[in-house]
T-cell receptor, first 111, second 115 residues
Framework: DAKTTQPTSMDCAEGRAANLPCNHS???????VYWYRQIHSQGPQYIIH???NNETNEMASLIITEDRKSSTLILPHATLRDTAVYYC????????????FGSGTRLLVRP | NAGVMQNPRHLVRRRGQEARLRCSPM?????VYWYRQLPEEGLKFMVY????????ESGMPKERFSAEFPKEGPSILRIQQVVRGDSAAYFC?????????????FGQGTRLTVV
């Protein structure tokens, strides 16, 4: 699986968009980009995934650059409950269950 | 529809004892995955099971650890002769089918403390 690099921590104001970047410059053609988050002491929660095209669901949007070397997770209107550690993972879909979590980005949403 | 249920939530064992962690998947889910999270670290995959079968155990330590998912009942992760280094949070996830992993849901975890 390709290595991903994320900032250690970020913060944003409640109600504003939170943009979380991820670098995956060695990603291969069959690897998807997955985003999970883990709220303190809870199990991880799937957010979104994509291969080449931008994706949107009820939780977030995923923007993947054309060269696929980086991506951004966007939480359009962050709430206090979005405070969590966010993990970006690059993995082939058929082994995506292996979920190699790195250090992630600790997002703090400020009131 | 109840979520993934893990029990116990907290488990304390003395060195050398056995730890049994249980995971009841969501209704209709036949695929179960176990992960371990050491303090201040990310999750690490341990084992992937389908009913009565181990699909991938490449993340399981070679000794003392075993997992099963019987036809009836919860999935069990068993750790024999626990050591202090086994202290961690153990998470279970389930999904309705293997390759649709993005539909997997995680339980709240079992926090094992070895004293």
């Amino acid at each position: 699986d390709a290595k991903t690099t994320q900032p250690t921590s970020m913060d944003c104001a409640e109600g504003r968009a939170a943009n979380l970047p991820c670098n995956h410059s060695t990603i291969s053609g069959n690897e998807y980009v997955y985003w999970y988050r883990q709220i303190h002491s809870q199990g991880p929660q799937y957010i979104i995934h994509g291969l080449k095209n931008n994706e949107t669901n009820e939780m977030a949007s995923l923007i993947i650059t054309e060269d696929r070397k980086s991506s951004t997770l966007i939480l359009p209107h962050a709430t206090l409950r979005d405070t969590a550690v966010y993990y970006c993972i690059a993995s082939p879909m058929d082994s995506s269950y292996k979920l190699i979590f790195g250090s992630g980005t600790r997002l703090l949403v400020r009131p | 529809n109840a979520g993934v249920m893990q029990n116990p939530r907290h488990l304390v064992r003395r060195r050398g004892q056995e730890a049994r962690l249980r995971c009841s998947p969501m209704k209709g889910h036949s695929h179960v995955y176990w992960y371990r999270q050491l303090p201040e670290e990310g999750l690490k995959f341990m084992v992937y099971l389908q009913k009565e079968n181990i699909i991938d155990e490449s993340g399981m330590p070679k000794e003392r650890f075993s997992a099963e998912f019987p036809k009836e009942g919860p999935s069990i992760l068993r750790i024999q002769q626990v050591v202090r280094g086994d202290s961690a949070a153990y998470f279970c996830a389930s999904s309705p089918e293997g390759l649709a992993y993005t539909e997997a849901f995680f339980g709240q975890g079992t926090r094992l403390t070895v004293v």
